[in-house]
């Protein structure tokens, strides 16, 4: 084993070979992956090796799709066979909202170029003979899904990557990690040392252990999952291969095998194992089968696939193999370990390893993905993501693999965790929560205990006419919000304004003020959208996405401050509360001695004042498109300041809104919000943030590509739409056609109270962005008719607020 490399890649599973493969494609030779057995011994050799392009998120559907079509080049490249079989799959309705999830799925899959078609029950048994299509009401087929060969796939990856000159040192396990003033590492081995620039953590089973080398705890857990292979059946006999199947309601998913079928579940009562510690002596290796376990799957399979009731057990193979809490990888970066990488928790190697290596390699050599990870970014996890909150999403995530998520579902394991002083206060007036990063905040209030719990639907729920009520008080009246789950921090010290005007896309405002701005990457791109509020010279406060704080931490280290600035994450030190609506300046008027007149307190002000007895940093801001008050205090105060506005607002009306109202009305008003409608694959031009970029201000990190996007103006446009929809909206992610052809998708959609309009906002391209009727946004697979809106449909000129 050499004793320098550029890079170590720790593991030897479909990820780490892919991972190697694809650094030296981008150009990285020096590189050599270790392996403490032989290559797949962890959880790679015994996996089904089955392949799908959807995914909930698009932006991993199309790194699946990816992953899908690169086979055939390894297979070239490596000589290597990766057992390919592409005999398309089938995805089976047992029930309307499946099927109803199938189209939007379907809808889903239009912009993101799947031809997927969806089909009658009786189509369904045509196609995939063994099912008992009285069970079924429709289901969806997709032409680009097959299975694998994990060995294969595994080493044609290694050959591929040997070939572009890496090197593969078997039998040789990775014991300790050693950080180097340099960033540097120094890998120590069984087999004697390797010095690295860089370190990859694609330790799979044991990337946990991995982690802990360097003091890093990630949130990933392994989980028993079984699969059974029948004997042959002969209905099968000298048929062409059947089609790879989910089959939602009974949680199976199946393919051929030889003569027979392979069956596998994932049930939901499921079963962590190795829950705190990986041994390192299981190599090659399963786990006992435990078919009592998924008996009740089996019974409804049986009943789905009478066939395979008949046919005899040839294998039951039950092994494990890791998760993240949401069941997406977790690649990139970590924030404070220079130099070290992981790709990790991917529960879907054969979908997924080949985007994840190819995102990885250009992280590191370009030092951008150059895709929009951020459904898989490692950083979308922070302290709070503990084992065992990792141990009961993990299972709670792996007991609803097949299961709908609607749109407005909220999840119930590991909570609640992180509450907020008035979290009582909002409990008793019947607030139904969400979860944000383990954070519980209100979605919306009931007027009773008992009617304090949602429908679950893709259509308008029982919250409805409550949020209408929450919506009206602030369009009319005032509302209150309770605003602690943003990200903040502190920036303080001299050169507190050269830094974050480098790091930032706007200007930095003047003390007593507030800007917003993007922050961009160097390709132009939006990472970030932020609210700067100058308290002093040197001190400024900023708000932004809280389930971005490691992102942003982690970018603030690469553009690092210089010495005497600091940069200090707060975000659960400053709690919130907003008032939003024409009396809230009364109402808060009679709190404070602070002049809060229009000429004294102006739209953009940011000042730290006293609300009663309670010292507070109060910026005049709004994102409901209202007159509105951010009120930030530190958590002891929180309760007093709830009471306070409470008590006084009762005479102006005052009413609690939740976060779907917040959603309506910034919908209303086409304000974006991080990760719906900026994400790193749109420019601030094609956001609508042109007028938060200064470029006149001197240079800031993004400032030549972002120039060129406004010369060229960017291909896409975010706009809005008013949408013919009368009982649901869109909620994200359905296609837009213009003219009978899928031309964008929409990003955010609600119904919007204020102008009884179903709303959308979206993107298309920027040709198109002048054409106001044309469009059609489809929405539970039915086209509806959609207007696009050359400005806000509620007060366009944004006069409201700065009343
Ligand atoms: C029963 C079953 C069925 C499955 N079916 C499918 C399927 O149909 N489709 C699909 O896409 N996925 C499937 N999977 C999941 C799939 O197996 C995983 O996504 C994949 O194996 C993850 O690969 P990996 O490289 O991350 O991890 P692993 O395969 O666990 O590889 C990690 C490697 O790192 C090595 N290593 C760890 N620590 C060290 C160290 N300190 N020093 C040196 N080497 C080290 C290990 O020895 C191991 O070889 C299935 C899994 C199971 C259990």
Redo the contacts with the bound molecule.
Sequence with gaps: MKSDARVVV???????ASVLYHLTKAGWKDVLL????E??????W??????HTLNGDPNVARLQQYTINLYKELEKISGQSCGLHMPGGIMLAGTRERFDWLKMAKARGRYLGMELELISADEAARVFPIIDKKHFVGALLDPIEG?VD?YGVTHAYAKAAQIGGAQVVRH????DLKARGDGSWDVITEAGNVHAEHVVN??????R??GRMVGLELPILAMQ???LITEDLPALKGQKELLTCIDFEGEIYTRQERGGVLL?TYERAGVPWSPLQTPWDF?HSLLPEDLERIAPSLEVGFQHFPALAEAGIRKV??????FAPDGNPLVGPVRGLKNFWVA?G????????GGVGLTLSQWMVEGDPGADVWGMDVARYGDWATLAYTNAKVRENYSRRFRIRFPNEELSAARPLRITPVYERLQAEHAVFGDYCGLEHALWFAPSAAEATEDITFHRSNAHPHIAAECRAVRETVGLLEISNYGKFEVTGPGTKEWLSYVMANRVPKVGRIALTPMLNERGKLIGDFTLCRLAAERVFLICTYAAQEYYRRWFERHAPPPGVTVRPCAMEYVGLSLAGPRSRSLLQGLTREDLSNAAFPFLSFRRLDVGMIPALVGRISFTGDLGYEIWVTSEYQRALYDLLVGAGAEQGLKLLGGRALNTLRIEKSFGTWAREYRPIYGPYEAGLGRFVDLEKGDFVGRAAALEERDRGGARRLVSFTVDASDADASGDEPVWHDGKVVGWVTSGAYGHSVRQSLALGYIPAALAGEASGFEIEIIGERRKALRQSAAVFDPDGSRMRA
């Excluded at 720790?10 to 780490?16: D, K, S």
């Excluded at 694609?202 to 990337?207: C, D, Q, R, S």
Aim: charged share 5%; hydrophobic share 35%; aromatic share 8%.
């Design positions: 720790i593991g030897g599973g479909v990820v780490g270790i392996e403490r057995g290559l797949t011994c962890g959880s790679t015994h996996a089904a090796g089955g392949m299975h994990p040789t396990r990775v014991t694609a330790g799979g089973l044991w990337a252990e991995v999952h079984q699969y596998g190599t193979v039950n092994g494990p193999f890791t990790c991917v529960m879907a190697g054969f979908s997924q390893g």
